[in-house]
């Protein structure tokens, strides 16, 4: 799982998820979901939390040749047979090349890699009992306490809690676990890890998994934390190309005031600057309820992604508030009128001469040094493998079907013919982010206001509601206080989050902003989504039956799971009736984003592949793949129902440069949410439902969902639900 921490993402807050300070050894399925809807939010990147030390490397007389090694390995086979029995054969060959696999000159020489077989290898149950036992103990202390580390040193940083001094940064930014990987090669424990328990192909996990023990399960998690050893020139690489990429991509803003038509009007006002996707986007969302000029507006927007994937964006424009730009006609001018102060580019010379694809150099580098990892990672040898095989966890191919099952669906036509009739106009490109099934509330958000900060004026408040909030979701008394038991709630810096803990000493926290005049309707709403994340913190690390198979297969689901106790933040409010007309907005809300974010997702698979086929490619060389590509996949799978082709804003989203394959994760998301809450809706009962389904711990997600609903996962929950949603009257 993740680091255990979420900020609360989707309910419209700005994103304040730091960059993850992993304080464990679990390194896989990091791949955070739902992380972005405003603001640059890195994915966790497996490979930059790891091991970063350099050592050099002590010269040891004798270095193994792989012939030496194979003799070796004859030698040992023979005489550790012959100890334990032939029916250690399988057993003991797996874990002998796994060992080799990994073993470095500085490891030793032949002796010290015999020596080390002999005095390792637990040939009898008993042994091998013992070492497992131990292994997970002593893990989970070193995870716990490491996270207990990190969590107390972002202590200032994260809690409200006064100023910020810049030791209070350093502290924030330190990662006690940075080196455990390296450190473990290097006294040979991941060694002992290796030759005892064997690594699983995600073939094998989905293939013979359901019939593995639980033991088998946490076995191959524990093998897991050593299937790499990345060195630390590589692991820097990594970090630096993920860290200029989100530079680039920080700093690529629009001054919008500056955006002048044909006539010379500025249609957005003075000061609104937006970074590229996010606010750009949210900005065509907000101009659908602009009833004079949205459309304009939304089209010039349009124009400006096109520019900015197509890379014909003047390269002055970019976050320049001093030049006038008519995006239409491409023309420059000096700023007419000012909103800034600051001051012009000193030597920027006012021409329309285009970005020069710094674009897609940038996320060049970041394959490029991607790519250095793939040698140092045998059981996934490319990024695309990392991603697919080893975070998600779901082969790629088989998550393509899947969005193309939504992506090719005939409810997609029906649904577009919706939004026409309630746009009253035929789709426009832009309207992909079509924003009207928002579900409307019978209460302003002054009186939700009002009755949240009645109920909860301090932290210590909401703290002593837990289990009362818990009875209301459907967890039986004794179960809510057990739970409540588990979490501290704590006064956040930003908007909020839930941090869990590593360990079961340990408790998880929810942080959550409460004002000097009480909690805001806002504010509930996230510390209920947080909440739900500490209830699953809780029970898949304390009542899981093996800590190495703590928490959910990845972030996609704690999020689902987050997202079922947000839905229900009226009704613990006891302002909430049924209202099946807002369910139906809701899962046409669902449908048409997931339809949107799918293509997204498969550009950005496609121009992966793409470069791994093109390992020389220039950076003019990938922007027209990128925009074929994506033109491709609009012609295919949008042209249809928007009646227009060669679109390219399937390439406007800024993770696609800097967050190394990380945008399939959000259709995935959908779908894991989705069938999560019908599951829960079909229950009847949260709680129970919701323990049941906690406690599976970190299993595959297919393997996970077959659990939690009988089915592995997929986009069927959500197309029935659409095609119900369809016939509710009153959603014209
Ligand atoms: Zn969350």
Not at 277 to 291: S, T, V
Not at 557 to 567: S, Y
Not at 597 to 626: C, F, K, N, S
Not at 701 to 730: F, H, I, R
Request: aromatic content about 10%; charged content about 25%; glycine content about 6%.
């Amino acid at each position: 799982m993740g680091t255990r921490r979420c900020d609360n993402l989707l309910s419209g807050g700005a994103c304040g998820r730091r960059l993850p300070n992993k304080s464990t050894l679990r390194y896989f399925s990091e791949a955070g979901i739902f992380a972005v809807l405003f603001l640059a939010c890195p994915p966790l990147l497996q490979e930059s939390v790891m091991a970063q030390s350099s050592v050099a490397a002590p010269k040891t007389a004798q270095p193994l040749t792989s012939a030496q090694l194979n003799d070796s390995m004859k030698r040992l086979q023979t005489e550790l047979l012959a100890k334990y029995g032939e029916a250690q054969k399988p057993r003991l060959s797996t874990g002998l090349h796994q060992v080799m696999e990994f073993w470095r000159p500085e490891d030793g020489d032949v002796g010290a890699f015999e020596s080390f077989v002999r005095t390792n290898y637990a040939g009898d149950q008993e042994s091998l009992d013992t070492m497992f036992s131990r292994f997970q103990r002593l893990l989970e202390q070193l995870d716990g306490h490491m996270h207990e580390i990190s969590r107390e040193f972002a202590t200032q940083q994260d809690l409200d809690f006064g100023p910020i001094r810049s030791y209070d940064e350093i502290f924030g930014g330190y990662d006690p676990s940075a080196h455990v990987i390296d450190d473990f090669f290097k006294n040979k424990l991941a060694f002992i890890v290796l030759l005892n328990f064997p690594l699983t192909t995600l073939e094998e996990r989905i293939n013979e998994g359901p019939k593995w023990t639980r033991r088998q399960w946490a076995e191959t998690r524990l093998a897991e934390r050593f299937s790499k050893r990345i060195p630390a020139d590589v692991n820097l690489a990594i970090a630096q190309a993920g860290g200029d990429a989100g530079n680039y991509i920080a700093r690529y803003n629009v001054w919008m005031y500056h955006l002048v038509d044909d006539k010379g009007q500025r249609l957005f006002p003075p000061e609104m600057r937006l970074l590229s996707h996010w606010n750009l986007r949210d900005e065509i969302k907000a101009d659908y309820g602009d009833a004079q000029n949205g459309l304009t507006k939304q089209r010039m927007i349009q124009q400006v992604m096109e520019r900015i994937v197509s890379q014909s964006i003047p390269q002055v424009v970019i976050d320049n508030p001093q030049i006038d730009w008519n995006p239409f006609t491409n023309e420059v001018k000096p700023a007419a009128a000012q909103d800034s102060n600051s001051p012009a580019k000193p030597d920027a010379k006012i021409t329309n001469a285009p970005e020069p694809d710094l674009r897609y150099a940038t996320l060049l580098k970041t394959y490029r040094a991607s790519r250095m990892a793939d040698p140092y990672s045998p059981p996934a040898p490319t990024l695309i493998d990392r991603r697919f095989n080893e975070d998600r966890e779901i082969p790629e191919e088989r998550l393509k079907s899947m969005l193309e099952q939504v992506l090719t669906s005939p409810l997609v036509p029906q649904v577009a013919k919706l939004i026409e009739s309630r746009l009253g106009r035929p789709l426009e490109p832009f309207d992909v982010w079509y924003a009207g099934f928002r579900p409307g509330s019978k209460y302003s958000e002054a009186e939700l206001d009002a009755a949240v900060a009645k109920e909860y004026p301090t932290p210590e408040a909401y703290q002593k509601d837990i289990p009362n909030l818990l009875v209301k979701l459907g967890f039986a008394p004794e179960r809510a206080r057990y739970v409540a038991d588990h979490i501290i709630v704590d006064p956040a810096r930003g908007s909020g989050h839930a941090m869990g803990a590593e360990m079961r000493s340990e408790k998880s926290h929810l942080r959550t902003r409460v004002a000097k005049t009480g909690m805001n309707y806002k504010g509930f709403n996230i510390a209920v989504h947080e909440m739900g994340h500490n209830v699953e913190q809780t029970f898949s690390l304390n009542d899981v039956d093996y800590t190495l198979l703590q928490g959910v297969p990845n972030t996609a689901f704690t999020e689902a799971l987050a997202f079922v106790f947000q839905a229900q933040d009226l009704s613990l409010l006891g302002l909430a009736a049924p209202d099946p007309k807002n369910d139906a907005l809701k899962t046409l809300n669902d449908f048409w984003g997931t339809y949107e974010i799918a293509g997204v997702a498969l550009v950005d698979m496609a121009v992966w592949h793409w470069m791994y086929d093109h390992p020389e490619a220039t950076p003019t060389q990938l922007r027209d793949a990128t925009v074929q590509i994506a033109k491709d996949t609009w012609n295919r799978y949008y042209a249809p129902v928007f009646g227009r082709k060669d679109v390219v804003l399937l390439a406007i989203y800024s993770h696609m440069i800097d967050s190394f394959l990380y945008l399939p994760d959000y259709p995935m998301g959908h779908l894991i949410a989705f069938q999560i809450e019908e599951q829960i809706k079909k229950s009847g009962s949260i709680g129970p439902e919701f323990e049941r389904m906690a406690k599976m711990g970190r299993v595959t997600p297919d393997l996970w969902m077959e659990n939690a609903t009988g089915k592995p996962v997929s986009a069927d929950a959500l197309l029935c639900a659409t095609a119900e949603a369809l016939k509710q009257p009153g959603i014209q």
